[in-house]
């Protein structure tokens, strides 16, 4: 989609502070090998007292073992790529060669099996929780999970489109005018050298006291493993012109983020925009 509607920058706009905190990219989406190697060492402990299989049987199992350890491969590397481009060199990335968008959504899926709650569930119970009035904003939705589950109006964006309700685009640049959602969602989707620009349409996008919410891998909030401080990451957030709410680092696979727009920094770019 190009271009987006009622988007206006002059010198009359107050504009919020540019996303100055640096959220690293872990790849912790996959499981730790500690964990893999006590879970291949009990494996092998329980497998020894099997009868062995068929030749047949073995094979299969061998050639289904290649293929997953080539499709995590294949998702491994298109995380990397994410991670370390910016959102419209992904968008370009994926419109060249568009089987590379289905390997990564393969693979995600894949992993999030493994995880015994998943974070856009309890996005989806938080807006269960609320009127379903709310107008939604998903940035990076994949497969609309979001949209499917709840009453709400959504607009569901991501780099690809693969279900008629999903709307392609860079997430910096998404076709909608200002203050038009209720509540912006990124479900462990700020990837990319410019993840700060997506935090800034989100702001642009939101009405006043809008939600934003923000589901993380919890590895990428871990200072002592170079991940980022999940403080000054907050405080980052505000001074775009936000205020914290909440912070739920409950669950040991992921964070949630809940933050809410100032209604006094609109209430200033709207008197700013009356004298323009």
Known sequence: MKGRSGKRKGAGHNEPQKFQEPLRPKHSINHKKKTHRQKNNANQSSASSKPPKSSSSNSSSFLDKIRARLAGGHFRMINEKLYTCSGREALDYFKEDPQF???????YQEQMLHWPEQPINIIIKWLKDHSSSLILADFGCGDAHLAKNVKNKVFSFDLVSKDPSVIACDMSNVPLGPSSVDVAVF????????????LEEAYRVLKPSGWLLIAEVKSRFDPNNGGADPNRFS??????????????FSNKMFVLLYFKKKVCNVCREDFALFFY
């Open 101 to 107: 968008f289905d390997m990564y959504h393969t693979g």
């Open 187 to 198: 479900c462990l989707s700020l990837m990319g050298t410019n993840y700060a620009s997506y």
């Open 235 to 248: 405080k980052a957030v505000c001074e775009l012109g936000f205020t914290s709410e909440l912070k739920d």
